[in-house]
């Protein structure tokens, strides 16, 4: 299976406002010492606030489904595993699990749960909790060990073993499923209606903050749209959507240029922006995309 690339999610969590957030290394609220946040991480995290909050649930009830819809919903996962694991079958990736020597530790499951960036170990907690008897449970201490690290102290010989073991388990696959929209699908597909955004650019937020990770940082989700808002007004502002679109995936673009492990802009140039330049914001099947080198069709 080939990778896209790690999810750069955050490590450190600061509490502010009632919202949690997260930073990845070198990505702190402020770097002056004894000053708050600047007004370009202020507004990062407002947005995420927006993304995560309950506060808009009432506008949001309102607005028609979109990627939130199940139909929509199961064709985001066929794009994301095409990028990810050259595939549309997704729901064979629960036990998938890899270094892919990104220096983010072991790659794993449906949306690319990495040892070294959070998730994962929040993942494996919150399901240990549910379930104290599970087969990954005893590797928690390692988990917490190498958290921020590619460092596999603690977790060989045995951890991929026991990870594919558990996602043969119910459980274990609803519980990465629920991790997966309450950080990634459910703060995305919000945000983006939010921003005025059709299905189509709900999609695109949603692989942006798969890839890059919901961090407040300049190289994190809100920082890529922060960027993205400030040359072009989002369709909530009064822009207009293909524009609007079409600036974010520059800046998405330009970030995977930035990193080694990212430099395949297939996702973007011959998918994303393929649907984008052809009209299709509602992202309608039927679809073709190739990614990689490798062509994929939905019929419709």
């Known amino acids: 299976m080939r990778r896209g690339g790690c999810l750069l999610f955050a490590v450190v969590p600061v509490v502010a406002t009632a919202a949690v957030y997260f930073f990845t290394p070198g990505q702190s609220e402020s770097e002056d010492t004894g000053r708050g946040p600047s007004a370009s991480q ?3 995290q407002d947005a995420k606030a927006k993304a995560e909050d309950t506060a808009d649930d009432e506008l949001i009830a309102d607005l028609p ?3 939130a819809a199940p139909d929509k919903k199961e064709l985001a996962q066929k794009l994301v595993a095409s990028a990810e694991n050259s595939t549309l079958d997704w729901r064979a990736q629960y036990g ?7 220096g983010q530790g072991y790659t794993a499951g449906i949306i690319g749960f990495c040892t070294g960036t959070h998730d994962l170990l929040v993942l494996v907690e919150r ?3 549910a379930h104290p008897d599970n087969g990954l449970a005893r590797y928690l201490p390692a988990l917490r060990k190498v958290d921020g690290t590619d460092s596999h102290e603690g977790l060989d010989p045995g951890f ?3 990870w594919k073991a558990e996602a043969k388990v119910a459980a274990f696959r609803r519980a990465q499923d629920t991790e997966r929209d309450r950080v990634y699908f459910d703060p995305a597909v ?17 692989d942006a903050m798969v890839l890059h990770g919901p961090g407040t940082g300049p190289r994190g989700f809100y920082g890529l749209r922060e960027r993205a808002v400030s040359e072009a007004d989002t369709p ?3 822009g207009k959507e293909k524009a609007y679109l079409d600036i974010f995936l520059d800046v998405r673009r330009k970030a995977m240029k930035s990193k080694d492990s990212h430099r395949d802009t297939t996702r973007i140039d011959t998918a994303q922006r393929r649907f984008l330049y052809d009209g299709n914001l ?8 190739a990614v990689y080198g490798e062509t994929f069709r939905v019929p419709k």
């Open 96 to 102: 998938y699990i890899e270094d892919i020597g990104d």
């Open 42 to 44: 202020q507004a990062r």
């Open 236 to 238: 909530a502002q009064g």
């Open 190 to 206: 919000r945000l983006a209606k939010l921003d005025g955004l059709g299905t189509l650019g709900q999609f695109i937020y949603y």
């Open 65 to 67: 489904p979109g990627l």
């Open 282 to 289: 509602s992202l309608d099947a039927p679809l073709q995309w």
């Open 127 to 129: 399901y240990t909790k």
């Open 160 to 162: 991929t073993a026991a």
